[in-house]
Protein backbone atom coordinates (compact mmCIF):
# COMPACT_ATOMS: atom_id res chain seq x y z
CA UNK A 1 0.00 0.00 0.00
CA UNK A 2 1.50 3.44 -1.26
CA UNK A 3 0.78 5.87 1.42
CA UNK A 4 1.36 9.67 1.01
CA UNK A 5 3.94 12.00 2.70
CA UNK A 6 1.71 13.69 4.60
CA UNK A 7 0.01 9.90 6.02
CA UNK A 8 4.05 9.04 7.05
CA UNK A 9 4.90 11.69 8.78
CA UNK A 10 1.67 11.21 10.50
CA UNK A 11 3.03 7.65 11.62
CA UNK A 12 6.45 8.68 12.24
CA UNK A 13 4.84 11.63 14.61
CA UNK A 14 2.86 9.23 16.15
CA UNK A 15 5.75 6.38 16.90
CA UNK A 16 7.83 9.47 18.62
CA UNK A 17 5.08 10.04 20.77
CA UNK A 18 5.11 6.71 21.95
CA UNK A 19 8.73 6.61 22.19
CA UNK A 20 8.87 9.81 24.60
CA UNK A 21 5.73 8.17 26.24
CA UNK A 22 7.61 5.25 27.07
CA UNK A 23 10.74 7.07 27.99
CA UNK A 24 8.45 9.53 30.21
CA UNK A 25 7.56 6.55 32.07
CA UNK A 26 10.56 4.68 32.69
CA UNK A 27 11.83 8.26 34.20
CA UNK A 28 9.82 8.34 36.24
CA UNK A 29 10.17 4.90 37.85
CA UNK A 30 13.71 5.01 37.81
CA UNK A 31 13.45 8.22 39.79
CA UNK A 32 10.83 7.45 42.35
CA UNK A 33 13.24 4.21 42.89
CA UNK A 34 16.29 5.87 43.13
CA UNK A 35 14.49 8.17 46.05
CA UNK A 36 14.50 5.08 47.83
CA UNK A 37 17.66 3.94 47.41
CA UNK A 38 20.96 5.65 49.46
CA UNK A 39 24.50 6.40 49.92
CA UNK A 40 25.92 3.22 50.91
CA UNK A 41 29.90 4.02 52.52
CA UNK A 42 32.10 1.54 50.65
CA UNK A 43 33.06 -0.39 53.78
CA UNK A 44 29.34 -1.54 54.08
CA UNK A 45 28.67 -1.93 50.68
CA UNK A 46 28.34 -6.20 50.85
CA UNK A 47 26.02 -8.40 51.46
CA UNK A 48 27.15 -9.07 54.96
CA UNK A 49 26.19 -5.73 55.72
CA UNK A 50 23.15 -5.78 53.90
CA UNK A 51 21.98 -8.94 55.85
CA UNK A 52 22.89 -7.07 59.31
CA UNK A 53 20.93 -4.22 58.70
CA UNK A 54 17.82 -6.25 57.77
CA UNK A 55 18.23 -8.54 60.88
CA UNK A 56 18.80 -5.17 62.74
CA UNK A 57 15.30 -3.53 61.34
CA UNK A 58 13.14 -6.51 61.84
CA UNK A 59 14.19 -6.52 65.12
CA UNK A 60 13.11 -2.93 65.37
CA UNK A 61 9.66 -3.70 63.87
CA UNK A 62 9.26 -6.29 65.98
CA UNK A 63 9.77 -4.58 69.01
CA UNK A 64 8.15 -0.86 68.04
CA UNK A 65 11.17 0.74 68.48
CA UNK A 66 12.38 3.59 66.00
CA UNK A 67 10.93 3.34 62.67
CA UNK A 68 12.74 5.93 61.55
CA UNK A 69 16.16 4.23 62.12
CA UNK A 70 14.74 0.97 60.56
CA UNK A 71 14.10 3.03 57.34
CA UNK A 72 17.51 3.87 57.01
CA UNK A 73 18.51 0.19 58.05
CA UNK A 74 16.09 -1.03 55.01
CA UNK A 75 17.13 1.64 52.84
CA UNK A 76 20.90 0.55 53.29
CA UNK A 77 19.77 -3.58 52.90
CA UNK A 78 17.31 -3.20 49.73
CA UNK A 79 20.13 -0.74 48.17
CA UNK A 80 22.92 -3.02 48.49
CA UNK A 81 20.99 -6.52 47.54
CA UNK A 82 19.37 -4.54 44.39
CA UNK A 83 23.32 -3.33 43.32
CA UNK A 84 24.79 -7.13 43.65
CA UNK A 85 21.60 -9.36 42.16
CA UNK A 86 19.43 -6.75 40.58
CA UNK A 87 15.37 -5.98 41.36
CA UNK A 88 14.30 -9.28 40.86
CA UNK A 89 16.51 -10.57 44.40
CA UNK A 90 13.82 -12.20 46.86
CA UNK A 91 15.95 -10.05 49.60
CA UNK A 92 15.64 -7.10 48.16
CA UNK A 93 11.57 -7.26 47.32
CA UNK A 94 11.35 -8.34 51.15
CA UNK A 95 13.63 -5.66 52.81
CA UNK A 96 10.99 -2.69 50.32
CA UNK A 97 8.00 -4.64 51.56
CA UNK A 98 9.43 -4.14 55.03
CA UNK A 99 10.42 -0.82 54.13
CA UNK A 100 6.91 0.10 53.32
CA UNK A 101 6.02 -1.25 56.37
CA UNK A 102 8.04 1.19 58.44
CA UNK A 103 6.80 4.33 56.40
CA UNK A 104 3.54 3.33 57.03
CA UNK A 105 4.13 2.98 60.83
CA UNK A 106 5.99 5.61 61.11
CA UNK A 107 2.88 7.95 59.33
CA UNK A 108 4.73 8.40 56.47
CA UNK A 109 1.72 6.66 54.21
CA UNK A 110 2.70 8.11 50.79
CA UNK A 111 5.98 6.54 51.17
CA UNK A 112 4.65 3.66 52.02
CA UNK A 113 2.16 3.85 48.81
CA UNK A 114 4.96 4.89 46.93
CA UNK A 115 7.26 2.12 47.77
CA UNK A 116 4.47 -0.81 47.28
CA UNK A 117 3.86 0.49 43.55
CA UNK A 118 7.19 -0.21 42.94
CA UNK A 119 7.43 -3.36 44.09
CA UNK A 120 4.26 -4.03 42.09
CA UNK A 121 5.59 -2.73 39.02
CA UNK A 122 8.61 -5.18 39.64
CA UNK A 123 6.21 -8.10 40.31
CA UNK A 124 4.21 -7.25 36.71
CA UNK A 125 7.34 -6.55 34.49
CA UNK A 126 9.01 -9.80 35.81
CA UNK A 127 6.42 -11.88 35.84
CA UNK A 128 7.09 -13.02 39.77
CA UNK A 129 5.37 -15.36 42.10
CA UNK A 130 1.63 -14.11 41.63
CA UNK A 131 0.79 -15.53 45.23
CA UNK A 132 3.27 -12.93 46.91
CA UNK A 133 2.40 -10.30 43.83
CA UNK A 134 -1.03 -10.61 45.55
CA UNK A 135 0.33 -10.30 49.33
CA UNK A 136 2.31 -6.85 48.25
CA UNK A 137 -0.79 -5.36 46.42
CA UNK A 138 -3.29 -6.24 48.96
CA UNK A 139 -0.73 -3.95 50.96
CA UNK A 140 -0.64 -1.80 48.73
CA UNK A 141 -4.77 -1.71 49.17
CA UNK A 142 -4.27 -1.30 53.15
CA UNK A 143 -2.02 1.49 52.50
CA UNK A 144 -4.46 3.40 50.47
CA UNK A 145 -7.33 2.99 52.35
CA UNK A 146 -5.22 4.52 55.66
CA UNK A 147 -4.64 7.47 53.00
CA UNK A 148 -8.48 7.89 52.49
CA UNK A 149 -8.47 6.39 49.11
CA UNK A 150 -11.13 4.34 49.24
CA UNK A 151 -11.61 3.78 45.31
CA UNK A 152 -7.40 2.86 44.39
CA UNK A 153 -8.13 0.69 47.75
CA UNK A 154 -10.79 -1.33 46.09
CA UNK A 155 -8.76 -1.34 43.09
CA UNK A 156 -6.35 -3.02 44.80
CA UNK A 157 -7.87 -5.03 46.71
CA UNK A 158 -9.68 -7.00 43.72
CA UNK A 159 -6.90 -7.16 41.71
CA UNK A 160 -4.97 -8.80 45.30
CA UNK A 161 -8.38 -11.47 45.38
CA UNK A 162 -8.50 -12.37 41.93
CA UNK A 163 -4.52 -13.37 41.97
CA UNK A 164 -4.81 -15.05 45.33
CA UNK A 165 -7.41 -17.04 44.41
CA UNK A 166 -6.11 -18.47 41.56
CA UNK A 167 -3.20 -20.54 44.07
CA UNK A 168 -6.57 -22.56 45.41
CA UNK A 169 -5.11 -22.54 48.53
CA UNK A 170 -6.77 -21.66 52.27
CA UNK A 171 -4.38 -20.07 54.20
CA UNK A 172 -4.17 -17.00 56.55
CA UNK A 173 -2.96 -14.96 53.45
CA UNK A 174 -6.25 -15.32 51.75
CA UNK A 175 -8.14 -14.69 55.20
CA UNK A 176 -6.60 -11.75 55.80
CA UNK A 177 -7.06 -10.63 51.77
CA UNK A 178 -10.51 -11.42 52.37
CA UNK A 179 -10.68 -9.12 55.66
CA UNK A 180 -8.81 -6.23 54.24
CA UNK A 181 -11.43 -6.40 50.79
CA UNK A 182 -14.14 -6.39 53.89
CA UNK A 183 -12.77 -3.08 55.74
CA UNK A 184 -11.89 -1.40 52.58
CA UNK A 185 -15.81 -2.09 51.31
CA UNK A 186 -17.45 -1.29 54.55
CA UNK A 187 -15.27 2.22 54.39
CA UNK A 188 -17.26 2.69 50.96
CA UNK A 189 -20.22 1.81 52.97
CA UNK A 190 -20.80 -1.12 50.37
CA UNK A 191 -21.96 -3.40 53.47
CA UNK A 192 -23.62 -6.38 51.71
CA UNK A 193 -20.38 -6.65 49.92
CA UNK A 194 -18.18 -5.91 53.35
CA UNK A 195 -20.41 -8.83 54.56
CA UNK A 196 -19.80 -11.05 51.83
CA UNK A 197 -15.85 -11.57 52.22
CA UNK A 198 -15.74 -11.12 55.85
CA UNK A 199 -18.14 -14.33 56.39
CA UNK A 200 -15.85 -15.98 53.64
CA UNK A 201 -12.70 -14.96 55.93
CA UNK A 202 -14.48 -16.27 58.84
CA UNK A 203 -14.92 -19.54 57.81
CA UNK A 204 -11.44 -19.91 56.82
CA UNK A 205 -10.02 -18.55 60.14
CA UNK A 206 -12.71 -21.13 61.00
CA UNK A 207 -10.95 -24.27 59.72
CA UNK A 208 -7.65 -22.98 60.71
CA UNK A 209 -8.12 -21.61 64.18
CA UNK A 210 -11.03 -22.92 65.26
CA UNK A 211 -14.02 -20.60 66.63
CA UNK A 212 -13.11 -20.39 69.84
CA UNK A 213 -9.79 -18.55 68.68
CA UNK A 214 -9.26 -14.87 69.64
CA UNK A 215 -8.94 -14.18 65.94
CA UNK A 216 -12.07 -15.69 64.91
CA UNK A 217 -14.11 -13.89 67.96
CA UNK A 218 -12.17 -10.65 66.57
CA UNK A 219 -13.31 -11.14 63.20
CA UNK A 220 -16.78 -11.92 64.23
CA UNK A 221 -16.95 -8.32 65.49
CA UNK A 222 -16.12 -6.69 62.67
CA UNK A 223 -19.50 -8.55 60.65
CA UNK A 224 -21.46 -7.40 64.16
CA UNK A 225 -20.30 -3.95 62.77
CA UNK A 226 -20.76 -4.54 59.16
CA UNK A 227 -24.79 -5.82 59.79
CA UNK A 228 -24.90 -2.55 61.71
CA UNK A 229 -24.39 -0.75 58.66
CA UNK A 230 -26.32 -2.91 56.69
CA UNK A 231 -29.22 -1.86 59.01
CA UNK A 232 -29.80 -5.73 59.67
CA UNK A 233 -30.69 -5.67 63.73
CA UNK A 234 -31.30 -9.07 63.57
CA UNK A 235 -28.09 -10.95 62.43
CA UNK A 236 -26.09 -7.94 64.44
CA UNK A 237 -28.07 -9.47 67.27
CA UNK A 238 -27.43 -12.78 66.93
CA UNK A 239 -23.62 -12.03 66.36
CA UNK A 240 -23.42 -10.46 69.47
CA UNK A 241 -25.34 -13.49 71.08
CA UNK A 242 -22.73 -15.91 68.91
CA UNK A 243 -19.78 -14.00 70.50
CA UNK A 244 -21.14 -14.01 74.39
CA UNK A 245 -21.02 -17.33 74.34
CA UNK A 246 -17.90 -17.93 72.45
CA UNK A 247 -16.23 -15.42 75.17
CA UNK A 248 -17.36 -17.73 77.97
CA UNK A 249 -14.65 -19.71 79.33
CA UNK A 250 -15.03 -22.94 77.21
CA UNK A 251 -17.03 -21.39 74.88
CA UNK A 252 -15.44 -22.75 72.04
CA UNK A 253 -15.85 -26.68 72.53
CA UNK A 254 -17.77 -28.56 70.00
CA UNK A 255 -19.65 -31.62 70.51
CA UNK A 256 -17.40 -34.21 69.25
CA UNK A 257 -20.27 -36.21 67.44
CA UNK A 258 -19.66 -33.67 64.72
CA UNK A 259 -16.42 -35.38 63.28
CA UNK A 260 -17.89 -38.72 62.21
CA UNK A 261 -15.62 -38.69 58.87
CA UNK A 262 -12.18 -37.72 57.87
CA UNK A 263 -13.39 -34.77 56.04
CA UNK A 264 -15.11 -33.49 59.31
CA UNK A 265 -12.04 -33.62 60.88
CA UNK A 266 -10.17 -31.61 58.16
CA UNK A 267 -12.43 -28.72 58.08
CA UNK A 268 -12.91 -29.39 62.18
CA UNK A 269 -8.95 -29.41 62.60
CA UNK A 270 -8.96 -25.62 64.23
CA UNK A 271 -11.82 -26.35 66.67
CA UNK A 272 -9.43 -29.59 67.66
CA UNK A 273 -6.36 -27.77 68.29
CA UNK A 274 -7.99 -25.07 70.22
CA UNK A 275 -9.82 -27.62 72.00
CA UNK A 276 -6.51 -29.51 72.89
CA UNK A 277 -4.85 -26.67 73.86
CA UNK A 278 -7.77 -25.52 76.00
CA UNK A 279 -7.11 -29.12 77.79
CA UNK A 280 -3.70 -29.13 78.10
CA UNK A 281 -3.70 -25.24 79.69
CA UNK A 282 -6.41 -25.53 82.18
CA UNK A 283 -7.39 -27.29 85.24
CA UNK A 284 -10.21 -30.36 84.68
CA UNK A 285 -12.68 -28.74 87.18
CA UNK A 286 -12.50 -25.49 84.03
CA UNK A 287 -15.71 -24.81 82.38
CA UNK A 288 -15.80 -27.73 79.37
CA UNK A 289 -12.79 -28.64 79.96
CA UNK A 290 -13.14 -32.90 79.83
CA UNK A 291 -15.36 -32.10 76.89
CA UNK A 292 -12.56 -30.75 74.88
CA UNK A 293 -10.21 -33.39 75.66
CA UNK A 294 -12.81 -35.37 74.13
CA UNK A 295 -13.58 -33.55 70.60
CA UNK A 296 -9.67 -33.72 70.72
CA UNK A 297 -9.41 -37.81 70.91
CA UNK A 298 -12.68 -38.22 68.68
CA UNK A 299 -10.58 -35.96 65.96
CA UNK A 300 -7.25 -37.99 66.83
CA UNK A 301 -9.41 -41.56 66.44
CA UNK A 302 -10.88 -40.54 63.16
CA UNK A 303 -8.41 -38.29 60.92
CA UNK A 304 -6.19 -39.23 57.97
CA UNK A 305 -3.85 -36.55 58.87
CA UNK A 306 -2.77 -37.94 62.48
CA UNK A 307 -1.82 -41.82 63.32
CA UNK A 308 -1.11 -42.48 66.58
CA UNK A 309 -0.09 -45.98 68.78
CA UNK A 310 -0.29 -46.47 72.12
CA UNK A 311 2.06 -49.08 72.79
CA UNK A 312 4.34 -50.73 76.34
CA UNK A 313 6.30 -47.04 75.99
CA UNK A 314 3.17 -45.18 76.55
CA UNK A 315 1.61 -47.44 79.17
CA UNK A 316 5.20 -46.95 80.84
CA UNK A 317 4.64 -43.66 80.86
CA UNK A 318 0.76 -42.78 81.53
CA UNK A 319 -0.52 -46.41 83.07
CA UNK A 320 -4.56 -46.16 82.76
CA UNK A 321 -5.32 -42.82 83.62
CA UNK A 322 -7.91 -41.00 81.46
CA UNK A 323 -7.19 -37.86 81.84
CA UNK A 324 -3.89 -38.29 81.14
CA UNK A 325 -4.13 -40.48 78.49
CA UNK A 326 -6.46 -37.57 76.96
CA UNK A 327 -3.84 -35.11 77.75
CA UNK A 328 -1.22 -37.03 75.28
CA UNK A 329 -3.60 -37.16 72.66
CA UNK A 330 -3.67 -33.62 72.84
CA UNK A 331 -0.54 -33.13 72.97
CA UNK A 332 0.34 -35.30 70.24
CA UNK A 333 -2.49 -33.22 68.12
CA UNK A 334 -1.09 -30.22 68.75
CA UNK A 335 2.64 -31.00 68.01
CA UNK A 336 1.55 -33.14 64.79
CA UNK A 337 -0.35 -29.91 63.68
CA UNK A 338 2.09 -27.86 64.31
CA UNK A 339 4.39 -29.67 62.80
CA UNK A 340 2.55 -30.74 59.59
CA UNK A 341 3.34 -34.22 60.20
CA UNK A 342 1.22 -37.37 60.12
CA UNK A 343 3.29 -39.54 62.68
CA UNK A 344 5.29 -38.21 65.79
CA UNK A 345 9.14 -38.92 65.70
CA UNK A 346 10.31 -40.21 69.05
CA UNK A 347 11.22 -36.93 70.30
CA UNK A 348 7.63 -35.69 69.40
CA UNK A 349 6.40 -38.09 71.42
CA UNK A 350 8.81 -37.54 74.50
CA UNK A 351 7.92 -33.96 73.71
CA UNK A 352 4.26 -34.66 74.28
CA UNK A 353 4.99 -36.63 77.33
CA UNK A 354 6.35 -33.83 79.19
CA UNK A 355 3.04 -31.97 78.32
CA UNK A 356 1.41 -34.66 80.10
CA UNK A 357 3.06 -34.42 83.05
CA UNK A 358 3.02 -30.43 83.27
CA UNK A 359 -1.05 -31.30 83.01
CA UNK A 360 -1.19 -33.88 85.40
CA UNK A 361 1.27 -31.35 87.55
CA UNK A 362 -1.25 -28.72 88.13
CA UNK A 363 -4.41 -31.11 88.38
CA UNK A 364 -3.21 -34.03 90.45
CA UNK A 365 -5.12 -32.40 93.63
CA UNK A 366 -8.16 -33.07 91.75
CA UNK A 367 -7.20 -36.50 89.45
CA UNK A 368 -9.88 -39.23 90.75
CA UNK A 369 -7.85 -41.49 89.12
CA UNK A 370 -4.19 -41.61 90.26
CA UNK A 371 -1.48 -42.87 87.82
CA UNK A 372 1.57 -44.36 89.81
CA UNK A 373 3.39 -44.32 86.54
CA UNK A 374 3.02 -40.31 86.17
CA UNK A 375 3.46 -39.98 89.48
CA UNK A 376 6.82 -41.19 89.28
CA UNK A 377 7.65 -38.61 86.48
CA UNK A 378 6.22 -35.88 88.38
CA UNK A 379 9.07 -36.69 90.70
CA UNK A 380 11.61 -36.31 87.89
CA UNK A 381 9.94 -33.44 86.88
CA UNK A 382 10.16 -31.71 90.27
CA UNK A 383 13.60 -32.66 90.11
CA UNK A 384 14.56 -31.36 86.74
CA UNK A 385 15.86 -34.95 85.74
CA UNK A 386 12.59 -35.58 83.31
CA UNK A 387 14.19 -35.49 79.54
CA UNK A 388 16.64 -38.06 81.02
CA UNK A 389 14.23 -40.10 82.38
CA UNK A 390 11.94 -40.02 79.15
CA UNK A 391 14.44 -41.27 76.73
CA UNK A 392 15.49 -44.08 79.13
CA UNK A 393 10.95 -44.69 78.64
CA UNK A 394 11.08 -43.80 74.98
CA UNK A 395 14.41 -44.14 73.20
CA UNK A 396 15.48 -42.88 69.93
CA UNK A 397 14.63 -45.65 66.88
CA UNK A 398 17.74 -47.58 66.68
CA UNK A 399 19.36 -48.66 63.38
CA UNK A 400 18.12 -52.08 63.20
CA UNK A 401 15.03 -51.38 64.35
CA UNK A 402 12.43 -51.66 61.78
CA UNK A 403 9.69 -48.76 62.38
CA UNK A 404 7.67 -46.45 59.64
CA UNK A 405 10.22 -43.89 60.73
CA UNK A 406 13.39 -45.60 59.40
CA UNK A 407 12.04 -47.13 56.25
CA UNK A 408 10.27 -44.81 55.08
CA UNK A 409 6.89 -46.74 54.90
Not at 41 to 55: G, H, L, Q, R, V
Not at 96 to 106: G, T, V
Not at 218 to 238: S, T, V
Not at 385 to 408: M, Q
Amino acid sequence: MNLSIFEKNKIMTLKTKIIIVIIMAFTSWTTVSAQYETDVPPDMMNMEYAEKADSMGKAILVNKGSYATAIELFKRSSTIYKHFNGETDESYLTAMALLAKCYMRNDQIQDAISVTCILCGIYERNGLDREQYAVIKDNLSVYYAIADEGEKALEASKIALSEYEKTGKMDFDYASILIHAAEVEARLENFPEAIRYQLRALDIIHQLKGVGSETYINELKYLQQYYEGAGDAAKMQKTQETIEALEKPGGGVRQAEELQSTEACTYHRGDAYWCAEYYLTHKLSASNAWEAGQYAMAWCITTDELSLEIDDRHIKCIGDCPTELTAYFCACLMIGQANEVSKLTREMERMAMRLVVRHYSFNEDIIIKKSPEVDKLLEYYKNDTLDEKLLELIPDVADNEATPENTGE
